[in-house]
């Protein structure tokens, strides 16, 4: 790898990210066959220096460093553009992509089997973005872009930890480019809709609550998929208006329904990381539910685990609080993530969400079935709910019932509904029963 030793980092030993640039662009036009940009991660490094301290944090970057550039003889040129987070610039000299696939494939394995071993607690994870440079004369900005979109597009899979930019990805970057213009308009002229998928009891096939969903029309009428805007929005900090604009209206909704004689059923909402950043959110969205006289009871607010992994203290203080006023807290995406047992044993929860994937992948064998039979034994014995996500044929809510498990959300079911489908098709009947 071409290193300039006095435009280096003194860990990495890779050179800054002005003298990357600079000199990327002309050895991609001038020296390269097939330039490839590589966009590579840590999955769960916060969780790691948590675990075993910043020095070997450190140490982990340096062997990952050594590993893929400076002891790989495709990798041309790199640096560091966040503290885990490394931009490759390879050289791929006419081999396809399925070649490429291949090596980096077998490389991030075997580094990340070797790092978990060593570190059993925290449990990596290796996975890239890859982009082909077809067009050399291309700002090198956007071919950085194209190869980080590519690992953003598997960052919850993992199944997969290499994905290469391809066509369908450029459609959607311009989708996302458009986010955030496409946020403002609809926050200012009402053009963001709150559905909600129903929660329902699998031995009485009964609802038993719902998710608050956000859905935002575009100037047309026609309805941006969240897998569009969410990571934009997170990205940009801006998640937690959409967050505090779904909640209000979850709060505006239960109130009405309250008046209005209907049974009441909890809706969960969702709450993200940067939500707790923002001083004295989580108590202006208590004082405004204290106000709404609707008991705290019928709200719950859903976390990810990736949530915790700044600042724990605090973040753990504030749902402390939420529990301590009566509100349920659950933990969304169990078994998406590979620290979600560590971290149930240092945050305050009622519900546990298993994550589709991790039902379908432990549905399918015995041994994974044995599994989640005794993860569910394990936690109502420790008082904790459970509801397993993405339900969606009979077979598999028999098959979880038979695991434990009782509570169901899914296709199966009930897709999310605009919030006046779900108060018509499911509140209505109970206020009329009543009657």
């Not at 709060?251 to 707790?276: A, C, P």
């Not at 969304?332 to 047992?341: A, E, H, K, P, T």
Request: net charge negative; aromatic share 12%.
């Amino acid at each position: 790898m071409k290193v300039d030793k006095t435009n280096v980092e003194w860990l990495t030993k890779l050179p800054y990210g002005d003298y990357f640039k600079s000199e990327a662009v002309k050895i991609i036009r001038h020296e390269m066959v097939t330039p490839v940009i590589m966009s590579l991660d840590i999955s769960n490094f916060k969780y790691f220096n948590q675990v075993y301290g910043y020095s070997e944090g450190d140490k982990l970057i340096e062997r990952c460093v050594f590993r893929y550039c400076h002891n790989n003889p495709d990798c041309v040129l790199a640096y560091r553009i966040y503290v885990d987070h490394v931009i490759m610039l390879v050289e791929a000299a006419n081999r396809d992509m399925d070649e490429l696939k291949a090596k980096y494939d077998e490389l991030n394995t075997n580094f990340t089997d070797e790092i978990n071993k060593e570190y059993p607690l925290a449990r990596i994870r290796m996975y890239m973005g890859a982009y082909i440079v077809d067009e050399k004369d291309m700002e090198l900005t956007r071919m950085i872009d194209n190869a980080q979109f590519a690992r953003r597009s598997i960052k919850n899979n993992y199944s997969l930890n290499i994905a290469f930019f391809t066509e369908d990805m450029e459609i959607r970057t311009h989708q996302e480019a458009g986010v955030i213009p496409a946020f403002f308009s609809a926050l200012e002229n009402d053009r963001i809709k709150v559905y909600i998928q129903p929660k329902f009891s699998i031995s009485e096939q009964r609802l038993i609550g719902g998710e608050a969903l956000s859905r935002i029309i575009d100037v047309d009428g026609n309805v941006i998929s969240p897998a569009v805007y969410i990571d934009a929005l997170e990205t940009t900090g801006l998640i937690a208006r959409l967050d505090n604009y779904v909640i209000m209206k979850v709060i505006e909704l239960q109130k009405k329904w309250m008046d209005q004689g209907y049974e009441l059923t909890t809706i969960s909402m969702n709450l993200s990381r940067v939500d707790f950043w923002e001083p004295g959110f989580v108590r202006r969205i208590d004082n405004v539910i204290t106000e709404s006289g609707v008991p705290k009871e019928y709200f719950e607010f859903e976390l990810t685990e990736t949530i915790f992994c700044e600042n724990l203290d605090s973040v753990t203080k504030q749902v402390e609080f939420l529990r301590e006023q009566g509100y349920r807290i659950s933990m969304d995406d169990f078994g998406s993530g590979y620290n979600s047992l560590y971290m149930l044993g240092k945050i305050p929860v009622d519900v546990i969400k298993f994550d589709r994937g991790f039902v379908l992948n432990s549905l399918g064998v015995e041994s994974g079935r044995k599994i989640m039979k005794n993860l569910m034994k394990t936690f109502k014995d420790i008082e904790f709910e459970v509801i397993c996500e993405g339900i969606e044929s009979r077979e598999e809510e028999k098959i979880v019932q038979e695991c434990g498990c009782n509570a169901v959300q899914g296709f199966l079911h009930d897709r999310p509904l605009p919030f006046e489908v779900f108060e018509e098709k499911y509140l209505s009947e109970y206020r009329n029963r009543e009657e």
